[in-house]
């Protein structure tokens, strides 16, 4: 079996500081772990992913994630936050079917304040 | 790249009927689709996985019947809600993937179906 976690509702942290978003994931074999992002009313928007390789990750809007095998974490972070920012985040693991479902974090808001 | 279109954004009918929704991947070819349910504040509950030309895998404790689901193109696929009542109102989103190993789930922008 397999699971992901988000240890935390919502995170605040005001416009121009460092932003992470914790993700902690259980899984049998390699991991292949994916970030994505909401906005009300919206779908999700993929950020970034890990496969295999560097454990620094980059993708969009200048996110990037940390993968880290020893404690089973791939925490999202942005050096510097904007407002537009605030939106529900959810990191997610593959299953290893060969269609590509995904396991979903239970989600954390995240609220830059100006 | 890589957009979904998701129809209609915004749906509100009578107790009974039934409602369709389209999710179709624009610039690309869709092998698989997802459909996804969400309640408020919450996470993502995947509801079935659908592949182009067979039918849907539906998940534990989702009513097939109930949410019937065709998957007729590379490019389309619908979920009808059969005679909705108002307990399944809530936010439908659907994904697609080319089905290219390891490749990310493209979302459509949900729609939300809220019955009287």
């Known amino acids: 079996a397999q699971s992901v976690a988000q240890p935390e509702d919502q995170v605040n942290v005001a416009e121009g500081n460092p932003l992470t978003v914790k993700c902690t994931y259980s899984?049998?074999?390699?991991?292949?772990l994916f970030w994505y992002v909401q906005y009300p009313n919206r779908g999700l928007q993929f950020l970034l992913k890990?496969?295999?390789?560097?454990?620094l990750v980059k993708g969009s809007y200048g996110f990037e994630a940390e993968f880290n095998k020893s404690q089973t974490s791939f925490h999202l972070k942005k050096p510097s936050a904007l407002v537009s920012d605030s939106a529900l985040y959810f990191c997610?693991?593959?299953?290893?079917?060969?269609?590509?479902?995904?396991?979903f974090g239970a989600g954390t808001q995240v609220v830059v304040t100006p | 790249g890589a957009v979904v279109s998701q129809h209609p954004s915004w749906v509100i009918c009578k107790s009974g009927t039934s409602v369709k929704i389209e999710c179709r991947s624009l610039?690309?070819?869709?092998?698989?689709m997802f459909w996804y349910r969400q309640f408020p504040k919450q996470s993502l509950m995947l509801m079935a996985t659908?592949?182009?030309?067979?039918?849907?895998?539906?998940e534990q404790g989702v009513e097939k019947d109930k949410f019937l689901i065709n998957h007729a193109s590379l490019t389309l696929s619908t979920l009808t809600v059969t005679s909705a009542h108002p307990e399944d109102s809530s936010f439908y989103i659907c994904?697609?993937?080319?089905?290219?190993?390891?490749?990310?789930?493209?979302f459509g922008d949900g729609t939300r179906l809220s019955i009287l």
């Open positions: 610039d690309f070819q869709a092998t698989t």
């Open positions: 899984v049998s074999g390699n991991p292949y």
């Open positions: 659908s592949n182009e030309g067979s039918k849907a895998t539906y």
């Open positions: 890990y496969i295999t390789g560097d454990n």
């Open positions: 997610a693991v593959r299953f290893t079917d060969s269609w590509g479902k995904l396991q």
């Open positions: 994904s697609a993937t080319t089905g290219a190993p390891l490749q990310p789930q493209h």
